[in-house]
């Protein structure tokens, strides 16, 4: 959501500035721009509506050259999708900021800019920034004081990166709540908001604190705390490659990751389990001991997520015979919460940047409550990472593509071992139930492998979805969160209506819907629910629906008039949900594909959600 980029260095920074554009498309966006310091030190702004490419063209018609740029993705939230409202805003010609996050004090502060004659040609909470900024630092009469009071008046959430025409040589940024790094090259600096956009140029990061201020000056890099201290942050290496993050012989990125999921689940598995042995003890400062006194354990999530945290409830209950309760996170923190004595709280995010999820976790740390906090997360050095107690990373790699795939099936991994953890710690699990869950997630991606080999056949079903408007999905037992997720990639990518249902539920309402024209998807492994599972789907055939059954090589269902089976190899019941996750996404991909969707980046909808 959002993508802030900005370079300084000893060459034209423009290409870079484009090329971090592209890179960070993924994230969603409306409009793009981008405002460079030219040899006069006027600042040079070009903004478009739509693709990075439309801004591109604009570029080549007038092309920019500077050592001294800042660009930016936007996703409208204050102001409509349009050229005006798109970053970089500027003040009396002398200021060009790019801002992610939300001011919530915008409203106020615009009232009292424009009663001290500041004209606003924009919409946007971040035209207020600008505006604070020229105020401020006119005031103070210098640069860096007039940064510090403006952020101090503003509330909310940002990443913001300023251009000083009376300072050509100096790029100031600052983030609270949205997430800004440094990208060091040879006696070249970097911002960005994602590791991904700069990998072309450096592989030497700095993630920021929360609060942390950048000041970059006459080739040399200073970061001072939210306290107004000189502090040194530590320097990492990122592993992506640019091939990370291209699409190959992919049409799509969201294909890729699907293709890529069973090498996630061996990384997420490696050095974690043997074949037949669990080898994790604990997570860090969550030991043995701290696992085994856990009474009740809370997982709060977002999107995808959230049904990885719903799949994950009945493995903590059967393994552990520990209560779970599991929220999304924009309701949990919004509501009194009864914590019960010595629960373990579990937040999920694949970027680590998730905003609900991020106010979430820093209200459950102040409160004090909680027994630990566990983050499951793909990025390691991400906000979510640093502020929990302990954190067990998926190894998914990145995932570009809108709609969420292995960055949701290894956090399944994910969490099955750490229900597998506590199990053992808590002494909950016979060694013979252990080695069975343990074979299974060892011999799973050889299985997801195999699940791949449908795509031909899943393409050919898909066919039949691509005229309808509506379709339901039923699951029973562990099935039902994957229900919901397989609903949730057709509606997200395809834009057809889809719903997830308990198949048990089907004569409480969703039975009203069947028809002929909506389609319905059960998903039904061969487990000790599948006879109920049957009777259900006799309901839905016998009142014109037409059900498209994925179903295990060795169940007795039959293709038969109303009914069309998508028949998968056999998967043992503890890894049910990870496997037949694969065939839903790969139905929704090529329904997406056939009605002519943006499969990667579809509209209205950003990859992370770094506002409220």
């Known amino acids: 959501m959002c993508g802030i980029i900005a370079a300084y260095a000893q060459r034209n920074v423009t290409p870079i500035l484009l090329e971090g554009l592209h890179r960070m498309e993924y994230r969603g966006y409306d409009s793009a721009g981008m405002a460079v310091l030219d040899k006069e030190y006027n600042i040079q702004r070009t903004r478009a509506l739509g693709k990075v490419a439309v801004l591109g063209e604009k570029l080549e018609k007038a092309p920019l050259d500077s050592g001294i740029g800042i660009a930016h993705t936007r ?22 900021v790019v801002h992610n996050g939300i001011i919530e004090n915008h409203e106020p502060l615009r009232a009292e800019l424009k009663n001290q004659g ?13 505006h604070l900024l020229h105020r401020e630092v006119s005031s103070a009469g210098d640069y860096l004081q007039g940064v510090k009071n403006t952020v101090s008046l503003l509330q909310g959430a940002y990443a913001v990166a300023i251009l000083n025409t009376e300072m050509p040589d100096r790029m100031i940024a600052v983030r609270k709540g949205s997430p800004l790094l440094v990208g060091l090259g040879v ?56 091939g990370s993050v291209d699409k190959g012989p992919y049409k799509h990125f969201m294909l890729k990751e699907i293709y890529e999921q069973p090498n996630a689940v061996r990384a997420t598995l490696q050095d974690r389990i ?12 969550i030991t043995p001991a701290t696992l085994k006194r856990v009474e009740a354990i809370h997982i709060v999530a977002c999107g ?45 995010s694949q970027s680590g940047e998730t905003a609900d999820s991020l106010a979430a976790l820093e209200e459950v740390k102040r409160s ?11 990025v390691p050095e991400s906000t979510l990472t640093r502020e929990a107690d302990a954190t067990l990373l998926t190894k998914a790699g990145p995932e570009i593509g809108v709609a969420s795939t292995k960055a949701f099936t290894t956090q399944l991994v994910a969490l099955q071992l750490v229900a597998l953890t506590m199990a053992k710690a808590k002494e909950t699990q016979t060694e013979a139930q252990q080695i069975d869950v343990i074979k299974a997630l060892y011999e799973s991606p050889i ?9 031909r056949t899943i393409e050919h079903l898909a066919k039949e979805f691509v005229e309808k408007e509506h379709a339901i999905f039923l699951g029973r037992g562990a099935m039902f969160p994957i229900a919901l997720e397989g609903a949730l990639k057709l509606k997200e990518i395809s834009y057809i209506h889809a719903e997830g249902y308990p198949a048990g539920e089907l004569k409480h309402g969703p039975l009203a819907l069947v028809d002929s024209e909506v389609p319905v998807v059960a998903i039904a492994p061969n487990d000790n629910l599948l006879e109920k599972l049957k009777s259900n789907l006799e309901e839905v055939r016998t009142r014109g629906g037409q059900l498209y059954v994925m179903t295990e090589e060795d169940t007795d269902i039959e293709s038969i008039d109303g009914l069309k089976l998508v028949k998968i190899p056999g998967c043992p019941e503890a890894v049910a949900p990870l496997l037949l ?25 950003a990859k992370s959600v770094t506002v409220e």
């Not at 102001?79 to 009396?92: F, I, L, V």
């Not at 500041?118 to 600008?130: A, K, L, M, N, R």
């Not at 993630?207 to 502090?231: M, P, R, S």
Request: net charge negative; charged share 20%; hydrophobic share 35%.
């Open 75 to 96: 996703w409208a939230t204050h102001g409509e999708p349009s050229e005006a409202n798109a970053h970089p805003h500027n003040s009396k010609e002398q200021f060009s």
């Open 118 to 130: 500041y004209e606003f040609g924009s919409q946007t909470d971040t035209e207020v920034i600008v």
């Open 187 to 242: 006696g070249e600096f970097f911002l960005a908001s994602d590791t991904a956009a700069l990998i072309p140029v450096t592989q030497e990061f700095i993630y920021l604190e929360d609060g942390d201020l950048v000041d970059i000056c006459e080739g040399k890099l200073t970061i001072l705390d939210e306290a107004g201290n000189q502090v040194k942050r530590p320097v990492k290496t990122s592993t992506l490659s640019l």
């Open 274 to 285: 043997t074949d037949t042995k669990l080898l994790l003890n604990g997570f860090g400062d």
């Open 304 to 348: 995808t997520s959230y049904h990885a945290g719903l799949t994950a409830k009945y493995w903590f209950e059967e393994y552990t015979q520990t209560p779970c309760s599991v929220e999304i996170a924009s309701e949990y923190r919004y509501r009194t919460v009864a914590v019960p004595n010595n629960t373990l709280y579990i937040t999920l």
């Open 368 to 378: 004090g409550k909680y027994l630990a906090t566990l983050a499951i997360c793909n």
């Open 447 to 455: 299985t997801m492998e195999r699940l791949l080999g449908l795509d």
């Open 581 to 605: 996750t694969v065939p839903l996404q790969l139905l929704s991909y090529h329904v997406a594909v056939m009605r002519g969707t943006d499969v990667d980046q579809p509209r209205n909808l």
